[in-house]
Antibody, heavy 121, light 107 residues
Framework: EVKMVESGGGLMQPGGSLRLSCAAS????????MSWVRQAPGTGLEWVSF???????YYADSVRGRFTISRDNSKNTIFLQMHSLRVEDTAMYYC???????????????WGQGTLVTVSS | DIQMTQSPSSLSASVGDRVTITCRAS??????LNWYQQKPGKAPKLLIY???SLQSGVPSRFSGRGSGTDFTLTISSLQPEDFATYYC?????????FGPGTRLEIK
């Protein structure tokens, strides 16, 4: 069974740092494209970051330079290191597996349950 | 960046109704369009990928059409479990983006 469990969320002050984890089971994160997607309270979905199977990473403009995506293949886990947190980073953060076909990316076919990050003074 | 819009933003319908939700991209995205269903307090669920391919395990009453800039999601006969929010998402290029969502409510 494909499963992902996020952790690491919490209440942080603006300017602080936090590291989110996403522990996967039932598949290898190293052989898949993985993504972080966030959802601010009562609003829609916003893509945050990709890490491809080859290790290439991509970021949304809103987080580039502040967030870093990485993975630990031995733990089958991906991470999102977040620095210089802002009030507008407050959201539920989901990790998700990307559906890939022929080297092209499609939707996210599996999602974790999310971890809540609240940035407030 | 590619902007996605959806219409309507909300919709009231009855069990058994046929409903269609529209998604439009700000530029051509070929068929790189995916649809999700999200229920309150839950993660999104992939319904349709590549504009018209039904994700495994998704009921056949869900269907998607379109290419270029204009896409639709149709539910042929609404069931009680279908009342949720629906999002489109483009995966053309690196920077993916989601539509604002369509809330489907019970009439």
């Amino acid at each position: 069974e494909v499963k992902m469990v996020e952790s690491g969320g919490g209440l942080m002050q603006p300017g602080g740092s936090l590291r989110l984890s996403c522990a996967a089971s039932g598949f290898n994160v190293s052989r898949n494209y993985m993504s972080w997607v966030r959802q601010a309270p009562g609003t829609g979905l916003e893509w945050v970051s990709f890490i491809y199977s080859g290790g290439t990473t991509y970021y949304a403009d809103s987080v580039r330079g502040r967030f870093t995506i990485s993975r630990d293949n031995s733990k089958n886990t991906i991470f999102l290191q977040m620095h210089s947190l802002r009030v507008e980073d407050t959201a539920m953060y989901y990790c998700a597996r990307v559906l890939v076909g022929g080297g092209l990316t499609y939707g996210h076919d599996s999602w974790g349950q999310g971890t809540l990050v609240t940035v407030s003074s | 960046d590619i902007q996605m819009t959806q219409s309507p933003s909300s919709l009231s319908a009855s069990v058994g109704d046929r409903v269609t939700i529209t998604c439009r991209a700000s530029q051509s995205i070929a068929n790189y369009l995916n649809w999700y269903q999200q229920k309150p307090g839950k993660a999104p669920k992939l319904l349709i990928y590549a504009a018209s391919s039904l994700q495994s395990g998704v009921p056949s009453r869900f269907s998607g059409r379109g290419s270029g800039t204009d896409f639709t999601l149709t539910i042929s006969s609404l069931q009680p479990e279908d009342f949720a929010t629906y999002y489109c998402q483009q995966s053309y290029g690196i920077s993916i983006s989601f539509g604002p969502g369509t809330r489907l409510e019970i009439k």
